[in-house]
């Protein structure tokens, strides 16, 4: 039975086939071994196998060992990974050039795009901060480490990074303007996953996994069984360089911010009963 099924995934992401990817890790384990070798170990059909292996051949995956025999190496892991940067690399730099070539029309002003999955908002945000030229403010229950480098790599280039969470936020050395940490509750233990980000002034994500139940913040707080998801589909979110839209999510993180920071001035809470107005957003009914 084949024990590699983790390492054949990560294979086949970079362009392998299942086929491929599976006599690869077969053959990394041994000095050489020939196409009947390996079709019995895989318990594959040796066209498939032979097939497999000139496409290897093709893809630098593998050596033809000298000789007599229709023997094969695999060449090491780290000289394939290698081959893969140095490829991507390669073709990223020719698809910019090719691009900047073209002629391409201006985006539209007013763009609305869902997001569906934790991952895919994950991988937008990280887009979005890769992007940045001059400011990044966010608002996150979502832990860093997954922006880290990103954001490490903006901050290196100058671009001012302002985060607001209730949250505590382990920041990881980051030189970051963090507001507010006024709830001592772990991330992990946060029910509500919510990120809200804004690059220059030009473009808003959100991205949420409460399924479009509403619950006041007090309420997520006080109550860790709420009806929140944690796989990965239960995310959605939405991407838009619509101004209005920007505006309202930059507007919403400022004011955050500037309550933490009136609290903190006057060293007492802001938001006191005689401030409420009761709506539905402050009670939940």
């Known amino acids: 039975m084949f ?7 990560s294979l086949m992401e970079l362009g392998f086939t299942s086929t491929e990817a599976k006599v690869y890790c077969t053959m990394v384990k ?17 066209s498939s196998v032979y097939a497999a292996l000139e496409n290897l051949l093709d893809k630098g995956a593998i050596l033809s ?28 730099s020719l698809c910019k050039e090719k691009f900047d070539a073209l002629s391409i029309k201006k985006r539209a002003t007013n763009l609305f795009c869902n997001i569906q999955g934790k991952s895919n908002i994950i991988e937008e945000v990280r887009g979005l901060i890769s992007r940045a030229k001059k400011e990044i403010v966010m608002t996150s229950s979502f832990p860093l480490d997954s922006f880290y480098d990103v954001l490490k790599e903006a901050i290196d280039r100058g671009v001012r990074v302002i985060l607001f969470s209730f949250l505590k936020m382990d920041l990881m050395g980051l030189d970051i303007e963090f507001y507010g940490g006024v709830i001592d509750t772990p991330l992990c233990d946060c029910p509500d996953h919510r990120i809200l980000v804004v690059t220059d002034v030009e473009t808003a994500i959100i991205g949420s996994n409460d399924k479009n139940d509403y619950y006041t913040l007090q309420k997520i707080v006080e ?13 959605t979110g939405i991407k838009s360089t619509n101004r209005l839209m920007v505006n309202i999510v930059l507007e ?24 409420q107005i009761g709506s539905i957003m402050e009670t939940g009914m």
Not at 223 to 235: I, T
């Open 223 to 235: 109550d860790k069984k709420l009806n929140f998801s944690f796989e990965d589909k239960a995310y």
């Open 30 to 46: 041994e000095e050489k071994m020939n196409g009947y070798q390996i079709a019995k170990a895989l318990n594959l059909s040796r």
């Open 3 to 9: 024990m590699d099924e983790n390492v054949a995934e």
């Open 252 to 275: 919403h993180i400022h004011h955050d911010i500037y309550l933490q920071k009136l609290k903190a001035k006057y060293n007492k809470e802001i938001i006191t009963p005689d401030i």
């Open 65 to 92: 060992a000298q000789g007599e025999s229709n023997d094969y190496i695999a060449i090491e892991p780290d000289s394939l990974i290698e081959k893969f940067v140095s490829r991507y690399k390669r073709n990223a």
